[in-house]
């Protein structure tokens, strides 16, 4: 029988934990897994950890809240078996889809619960901020990303712990995994979920972490495909310098030295980028 960790990272969640550890251990009745869950205490003040104790999890405990990121970090780095699923403590996940996301793990390297609609606090302002950034992020990866911070997925862990060292200690923990997946070619599957209001109060800051979402797909994407990067934005600033030079010349009859500069711009953002794209290739594994 295949086994599997259902990682639980939770930080005062104790009006919560109770139905998702249940919704959990039904999901997963009659099923060909053995399986444990797995709950990472992330300093919580309330009793969010004896809680999960007493319905059978095991618990690790943080001293101190550290981050939902590094709550991830820790569950996996402790978890007995290579798959491993997770899912949030807040009841905004079906643990009812847990099957079908390990199902597709026979074929792929990382599976995600593909929400269908937004249903958080602020949902204008998340909901914009999630559009843009998925759209920058698809393109900079090349690849379609319905759900790029899904709560509810299936890793492996040795993936998990081959890129670490990318992994951030915050919100931004899913959306780093899943773009250092699609950067490096892994096989990342997306499966259509339900997503409901959470029980309790979100940590979620919308304006904090939706640049916190933002800057590290960028610095993400510098670490392992920087000329997706670069590229463009020198080719931008070149059209730019060539529109310019073109209308100052109809204008004047000469080439201003703001020309020049908008021209030379642009080939120092490109040697810069071919200069950071040997680098990714010299280091890469």
Same mark, same amino acid.
């Given at each position: 029988?295949? *086994?599997?960790?259902?990682?639980?990272? +939770?930080?005062?969640?104790?009006?919560? @934990?109770?139905?998702?550890?249940?919704? =959990? $251990? #039904?999901?997963?009745?009659?099923?060909?897994?053995?399986?444990?869950?797995?709950?990472?205490?992330?300093?919580?003040?309330?009793?969010?950890?004896?809680?999960?104790?007493?319905?059978?999890?095991?618990?690790?405990?943080?001293?101190?809240?550290?981050?939902?990121?590094?709550?991830?970090?820790?569950?996996?780095?402790?978890?007995?078996?290579?798959?491993?699923?997770?899912?949030?403590?807040?009841?905004?996940?079906?643990?009812?889809?847990?099957?079908?996301?390990?199902?597709?793990?026979?074929?792929?390297?990382?599976?995600?619960?593909?929400?269908?609609?937004?249903?958080?606090?602020?949902?204008?302002?998340?909901?914009?901020?999630?559009?843009?950034? *998925?759209?920058?992020?698809?393109?900079? +990866?090349?690849?379609?990303?319905?759900? @790029?911070?899904?709560?509810?997925?299936? =890793? $492996? #862990?040795?993936?998990?712990?081959?890129?670490?060292?990318?992994?951030?200690?915050?919100?931004?923990?899913?959306?780093?995994?899943?773009?250092?997946?699609?950067?490096?070619?892994?096989?990342?599957?997306?499966?259509?979920?339900?997503?409901?209001?959470?029980?309790?109060?979100?940590?979620?800051?919308?304006?904090?972490?939706?640049?916190?979402?933002?800057?590290?797909?960028?610095?993400?994407?510098?670490?392992?495909?920087?000329?997706?990067?670069?590229?463009?934005?020198?080719?931008?600033?070149?059209?730019?310098?060539?529109?310019?030079?073109?209308?100052?010349?109809?204008?004047?009859?000469?080439?201003?030295?703001?020309?020049?500069?908008?021209?030379?711009?642009?080939?120092?953002?490109?040697?810069?980028?071919?200069?950071?794209?040997?680098?990714?290739?010299?280091?890469?594994?």
């Amino acid at each position: 029988m295949k *086994k599997v960790t259902i990682l639980i990272p +939770v930080y005062n969640e104790k009006s919560a @934990l109770p139905k998702v550890i249940e919704d =959990v $251990k #039904k999901a997963m009745q009659n099923q060909q897994y053995g399986y444990e869950i797995l709950v990472v205490d992330d300093g919580s003040t309330d009793n969010s950890g004896q809680i999960a104790k007493s319905l059978g999890a095991r618990v690790v405990r943080h001293s101190v809240n550290r981050g939902i990121g590094a709550a991830r970090t820790t569950g996996v780095e402790e978890s007995a078996t290579e798959l491993v699923v997770m899912i949030d403590g807040d009841c905004t996940y079906p643990a009812n889809a847990i099957p079908g996301l390990l199902k597709e793990m026979q074929e792929n390297d990382m599976v995600v619960g593909a929400r269908k609609k937004e249903k958080g606090t602020l949902k204008i302002l998340r909901t914009s901020a999630k559009l843009f950034i *998925k759209a920058l992020a698809s393109y900079l +990866v090349k690849a379609k990303i319905p759900d @790029l911070n899904s709560g509810l997925r299936v =890793v $492996k #862990k040795s993936l998990v712990l081959k890129y670490k060292k990318y992994l951030p200690v915050t919100h931004s923990w899913v959306s780093t995994i899943t773009l250092v997946m699609l950067s490096r070619g892994y096989k990342v599957r997306y499966v259509s979920i339900d997503y409901y209001p959470r029980v309790g109060k979100s940590t979620f800051h919308p304006l904090g972490d939706s640049y916190n979402y933002f800057s590290l797909v960028v610095r993400t994407l510098m670490y392992f495909n920087p000329l997706r990067f670069f590229l463009p934005l020198s080719l931008i600033v070149f059209c730019a310098g060539v529109i310019k030079s073109i209308l100052d010349f109809m204008i004047t009859h000469t080439i201003q030295e703001s020309d020049i500069i908008l021209l030379s711009t642009a080939v120092l953002i490109f040697a810069i980028g071919l200069l950071a794209d040997l680098i990714v290739m010299m280091h890469k594994e």
